[in-house]
């Protein structure tokens, strides 16, 4: 019994010293992050030198090469390339939609509209009767009456749902997948309501995807307001409107993932990867998506060379090519993994906004959850807690290639993300310094124990 | 053991099934504030169609009208206004600081600066030599070179506490009782540098106090940008600056703070308090603070009423006045309380901004804190836990006359709170939407909660 409780209180204390001997490193980030995290700064430089970042576009280029060098100057081992091919979408032009008659009479109403990514120009305008539909169950019960017609889904997000990623989760389907749903029953284009919680008119973008059986129609999201005002009034009222786009698809481009490496002393095979995504759409600056993942990603290298941090494992810090409407970066980098046959142990990526951050997902074998949720004390500090089930779009492809991978992501407040995500207003004015550097200091400190325990159970 | 078994059975299903309804009724109340939700438009109304309010302004008494006709629309069993009198500080003019020298030669360069509140004007220009000191240590320290100087007082945040409130805790000696620190000395005048988190260069003013046994200086404010640049320059060069003011207390005016009641069913002698205050500071909208403590307030008001609660304590809301700088709602309230013996069981307060909240703190004997405590799980789906130790400062001094009262407040996320608290910066335009009702959410599911339990362990 005294044998036990002297192995026990051993164990407790050799463990306490751990805990306390990590609690003081991550303490010790945080107060470099918070005193002279470069984070900040790096974003002003991504979003006002640099700007939107559409894959194909000259600043996509200019940020993989502001990335590569900045890597290079906060110390990484080595800053190298990975190489692929991103599709070259244009927007092509002014993208335009009006109501222009209602109940037969002449009225001329402008509606705040931006085309959908990936989608085709309307060769000229379209003018039609709208066919206002609350979901794709309705579409079903009204085809025969979508001839001819553009199709309003009312794709708005449910209010009620705390957790915004939900709602986007059910409202993205009409933006992904909306305008063949609607062409299949001869639709001329689709208009959907934006994928957005501000209580304001601005269009938000974002990705979509043809069936190739059916003609490739025109597709726009409206401003909220247009949206709800379009909605209510054709749900009484036959409406007529214009609709104009111009987008196109010029011949791939090339482009790259911007890799660093800090090389571990211990395990060198086995490999940490966190990252963010380089590109954003043409609207915007990407401010929150993703240059926030971007500078999170640049932080961590920083605070760990800053504390002369050597890692037992080898740390990879990407920055991910094409995210929005490819993710020609994040399969790249899952090739190459398994071309050279690298073992991944965890990949982190943080595109889900630069604010305060709540808690890091992790997406994991229940025994190894457990290990990772005992980490939770130590995050607790900085506004966090491992929560089960992270991921992120770009890292998806390297979770495919290698199941074991231990997939995370950085999960920050999300009551502001859908408010500016893929519309005009995600630019640096919005993100804030405290809240981004915060998510920084999650990030590293995710980082740090993974590097220090690994994943096993 | 059967028996035993049996009970424990009963017992728990029992409380299942409680907890199972206060779930559900709080999911009610969440789907109608972020569905049909005022609280947003009410702040938009105190912000923008009234404006700032500080106490002696035409616009407090405007929000207290404002208050009370809406309060009455809500369908509060009665709507009372507590009469007390406010002290009436005005700014007077536009607070000049300027550098005019640096080691003798001449020098312009203006400095943003805010008078402090109830800080008295300088009486014309005033010109010195700057004694930039660290904190009051270096004060007392070089007490002997205080005379007919200015001292600046670097009170700027710690940045590597997480939580803002504690780095305010720490500044906020300079900004309450810098002015009179230096005069015992025979400082000229103060200057601070800003309670301010932002990385920009508004001035934040606040409250501060005389002690009466000193000359009553002119202080000052500065914009963080310019109170770094004054700092360093100050302790490498002689600087010589110049001060304006233009402070002085008008006679008291008449004052109110505004109850609305929803009157108990079952225990209507034991009230339940909530509230935030109406007042603001002159130079801001008021926004955050405390316009969403007072949306905050009414919004659970508006919720209870579209749910056709009864609530079995009888329920205060009250929007208080004068706040900033007197307190004078506050003690009012607490004056009131003790006069006609009420019992308080519970007082809540939102005075931490409108941002997405983190916990409901709750000041509470350890035995009653754990009964409070076991509903964090009640709070969980809407971002919030019961975490120990909340207050608010107008609901300080029903403690004092009540201590056996509960006192609670909203904590929202601090990150960003210090960067407009008190500054411009305090405007509509910085509330977000979620976030504030949000707020109203957690505060609604407590006091439905307290209403339904007590406060008894």
């Not at 002369?308 to 899952?334: D, M, S």
């Not at 990772?372 to 492809?397: A, H, N, R």
């Amino acid at each position: 019994m005294r044998i036990l409780t002297s192995l026990c209180l051993t164990l407790f204390v050799g463990f306490s010293a751990i805990a306390q001997q990590d609690s003081l490193f991550i303490k010790r980030m945080s107060d470099e992050i918070m005193t002279n995290g470069k984070a900040y700064d790096l974003l002003y430089e991504l979003t006002k030198k640099i700007g939107g970042r559409l894959a194909g576009s000259p600043q996509q280029q200019q940020a993989a090469v502001w990335g590569k060098r900045n890597l290079e100057l906060l110390g990484a081992d080595r800053v190298f390339l990975q190489a692929c091919k991103s599709p070259n979408w244009k927007r092509g032009g002014t993208d335009f939609a009006a109501i222009v008659g209602v109940q037969g009479e002449a009225r001329i109403q402008p509606l705040a509209a931006l085309a959908l990514g990936n989608s085709m120009g309307s060769n000229g305008m379209i003018e039609a009767e709208v066919l206002a539909v609350a979901n794709f169950d309705e579409l079903e019960k009204r085809k025969d009456e979508v001839k001819g017609k553009i199709v309003y889904f009312h794709s708005a997000f449910d209010e009620t749902k705390i957790q915004t990623f939900r709602a986007y989760g059910e409202s993205g389907a009409y933006r992904r997948s909306g305008a063949s749903r609607a062409a299949k029953y001869g639709a001329l284009g689709i208009m959907i309501h934006s994928l957005s919680t501000a209580p304001d008119n601005a269009p938000h973008t974002g990705s979509m995807v043809y069936d190739e059986a059916y003609p490739k129609i025109p597709a726009v999201a409206l401003g909220p307001n247009d949206a709800k005002m379009l909605y209510a009034l054709a749900k009484k009222s036959q409406v007529k409107v214009q609709l104009q786009t111009y987008g196109q698809f010029l011949p791939d481009v090339n482009d790259q993932n911007v890799v660093a490496e800090l090389k571990g002393s211990v395990f060198p095979d086995q490999y940490i990867t966190l990252g963010g995504h380089l590109d954003s759409w043409d609207v915007n600056e990407g401010a929150h998506d993703d240059g926030a993942g971007v500078v999170h990603t640049m932080e961590v290298l920083r605070v760990l060379k800053a504390l002369n941090y050597k890692p037992k494992r080898t740390i990879r810090f990407v920055l991910f090519a094409n995210e929005e409407n490819g993710v020609r970066g994040g399969n790249e980098y899952a090739n190459q993994a398994k071309l050279n046959n690298e073992n991944h142990i965890l990949a982190l990526e943080s595109d889900e906004g630069g604010f305060t951050p709540r808690s890091i997902g992790m997406t994991a074998s229940k025994e190894a959850f457990k290990k990772f949720q005992s980490w939770s004390s130590l995050l607790k500090p900085y506004g966090c807690e491992v929560t089960f089930g992270g991921s992120g779009t770009d890292i998806g492809p390297l979770a495919k290639v290698n199941p074991s991978t231990v997939i995370a992501g950085l999960v920050p407040d999300s009551q502001r993300y859908f408010d500016l995500h893929h519309a005009k207003t995600d630019v640096f004015e919005n993100v804030n310094k405290r809240e981004l550097l915060l998510g920084a200091i999650n990030i590293a400190a995710i980082i740090y124990l993974v590097d220090q325990y690994g994943v096993k159970p």
